[in-house]
């Protein structure tokens, strides 16, 4: 199509029902194209059941083919450039996303449902820190001398991997392509992106803003079928490395096929996250540390969310007053509303395994309906797909709630007495990727700490993911670090060792 897409987003915003016949193209060797062969996905809105925005090409094996080739032509150029100009590139679309951050938010909360106020101005924020933020680290892409005697040179090289691609999830999609795309970028690889189905608008509009900076091929964006673009880029002999967000099932499946042909992957999966509160922590900050780390203001979306509340019995009363009143004030409704605090479920899928597991939930012997329960099925709400904030307190850790991933605004919440037994239930898991520990006495909290099996653990607050922090799971949370210097070296660098004989 060879065309632009300047103000694609604006009419989206504007009048969705304007565009429902447009087709937005995805990005590729720099050019805006459809699928080669012509396939089409519709792009819905959480916020009206699943109304129709937009349509996206949905690409082929075929079109994969031709994007890793792009970025395999374009990527040794890319590398060999002065550390200094890929700096100046990731900088520049920082600014240029700083500039469009109010579309890219207002696009978000269309696309995702995620509420605009709470979330997707925030995500906006934190995408333009990560490119500041791998901006500033370009020079430290670099290798060390070893101390060999007069006669040797002896140093490594931090290479680029190569052509990258990058599987994307809907929950956070700019944010989680801001953990990928500067990082491998900046390092001198080039990259093939692939949004999830549900959410690829956000996610053409930063290509758009990224192609600007960048030279042909780049970075290439193209939107498609998991099983069929993403299981593609995850087989194709060319893609050098597959840098992986989403489910621990798909995960599962993509570290298998990667692996098959021995290729690099990193693995960003789910979370059953404990939140374990001591006695002494009840404080003013307490209530509102606990209600970041649920994650609820993103309808629990998220894979760090603090899911599972274990709390000393002393205080279990104090806190849940607290925290019930808190999350039975967040008001629910439209993402694009300023007023509201949670938007909608991604899908009708998600939403109904959501509805179901807080039917489980509620058919469990002894278990108390603290908040909220099953969606509303009349009034505005009843319109999209809004579940309400949702606590069950005396959960039993055997209950499937206590053991799945929601996804879902749904708290679990058990009581302990003794801080072994709540290390144990916190451990219980097969997933260990975020935690959270609460107590005035950083001696415990930082022996609690150290003894939870995750990835990444927060003491006294429950906010997200801070630019430059080492952020990835362990256990089935999955494999490979990001957001950091170290991750970025780790994720998206291999090291050259070069031995030289010198002569005297
Ligand atoms: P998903 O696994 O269904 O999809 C993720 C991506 O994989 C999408 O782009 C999808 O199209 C693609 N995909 C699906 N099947 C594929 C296949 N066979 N081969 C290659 N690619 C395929 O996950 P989702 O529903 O989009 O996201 C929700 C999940 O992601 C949750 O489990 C959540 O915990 C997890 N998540 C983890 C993190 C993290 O940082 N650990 C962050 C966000 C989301």
């Known amino acids: 199509m060879g065309n632009t897409v300047g103000t694609r987003s604006a009419d989206l915003i504007d009048g969705v029902a304007d565009v429902r016949s447009q087709l937005y193209p995805m990005l590729l060797d720099g050019q805006w194209v459809e699928a080669q062969e012509g396939g089409e996905s519709e792009v819905t809105t959480p916020a009206r059941r699943g109304e129709v925005i937009a349509r996206v090409p949905a690409s082929g094996a075929n079109d994969v083919d031709r994007a890793v080739a792009a970025a395999r032509r374009a990527q040794p150029a890319w590398a060999a450039e002065h550390f200094k100009v890929r700096s100046r590139a990731l900088a520049r679309i920082a600014d240029d996303i700083e500039a469009r951050a109010e579309e890219l938010a207002r696009l978000t909360a269309l696309d995702t449902g995620n509420a605009l106020r709470t979330q997707a101005r925030p995500e906006v924020a934190t995408l333009v820190d990560l490119f500041r933020y791998f901006a500033g680290v370009a020079g430290e892409v670099k290798g060390t001398v070893l101390p060999a005697g007069e006669g040797q040179l002896q140093y490594t090289r931090r290479e680029p991997l190569g052509v990258v691609a990058a599987i994307l999830p809907w929950n956070s999609p700019l944010m989680i392509a801001g953990f990928k795309i500067p990082a491998a970028l900046v390092?001198?690889?080039?990259?093939?992106?692939?949004?999830?189905?549900?959410?690829?608008?956000?996610?053409?509009?930063?290509?758009?803003?990224?192609?600007?900076?960048?030279?042909?091929?780049v970075l290439n964006m193209l939107t498609g079928r998991g099983r069929v673009c993403g299981n593609a880029l995850v087989e194709h002999a060319d893609v050098d490395k597959v840098s992986f967000t989403g489910s621990t099932e798909v995960g599962r499946l993509v570290a298998q096929q990667a692996g098959h042909r021995l290729a690099p992957t990193s693995l960003e999966l789910g979370g059953k996250?404990?939140?374990i509160v001591f006695p002494d922590a009840v404080d003013d900050d307490l209530i509102d540390g606990l209600l970041l780390a649920t994650r609820f203001h993103r309808q629990g979306q998220s894979c760090t969310s603090g899911s599972r509340l274990l709390v000393?019995?002393?205080?279990?009363?104090?806190?849940?007053?607290?925290?019930?009143?808190?999350?039975g004030d967040l008001v629910v409704g439209d993402p694009l509303d300023e007023a509201s605090d949670m938007g909608a479920i991604i899908n009708e899928t998600q939403f109904c395994g959501v509805r179901d597991y807080i039917a489980d939930g509620c058919?469990?012997?002894?278990?108390?309906?603290?908040?909220?329960?099953?969606?509303p099925s009349d009034g505005p709400l009843s319109e999209g797909y809004y579940h309400v904030p949702t606590v069950f307190d005396a959960v039993e850790p055997n209950w499937r709630i206590a053991r799945e991933e929601i996804f879902g605004p749904v708290l679990v919440v058990t009581p302990w007495r003794d801080v072994d037994e709540a290390i144990r239930l916190a451990n219980d898991t097969n997933y260990g990727l975020a935690a959270f520990v609460w107590s005035s006495d950083l001696n415990r909290a930082l022996t609690t700490a150290h003894r939870i099996e995750a990835g990444w653990v927060q003491v006294n607050q429950g906010g997200g993911q801070v630019i430059g922090q080492s952020y990835g799971g362990v256990k089935q949370s999955g494999m490979g670090r990001e957001v950091s210097l170290e991750g970025m070296l780790e994720g998206f660098t291999h090291t050259k060792q070069v031995n030289v004989r010198l002569s005297a």
């Open 363 to 375: 058919s469990q012997p002894g278990v108390k309906l603290a908040l909220g329960g099953l969606p």
């Open 312 to 327: 000393h019995a002393d205080v279990h009363d104090e806190v849940m007053d607290g925290l019930v009143k808190k999350l």
């Open 187 to 217: 390092a001198g690889n080039t990259m093939v992106a692939k949004p999830a189905e549900d959410a690829p608008l956000s996610l053409l509009l930063l290509a758009e803003i990224c192609q600007e900076h960048l030279p042909p091929g």
């Open 273 to 275: 996250n404990p939140a």
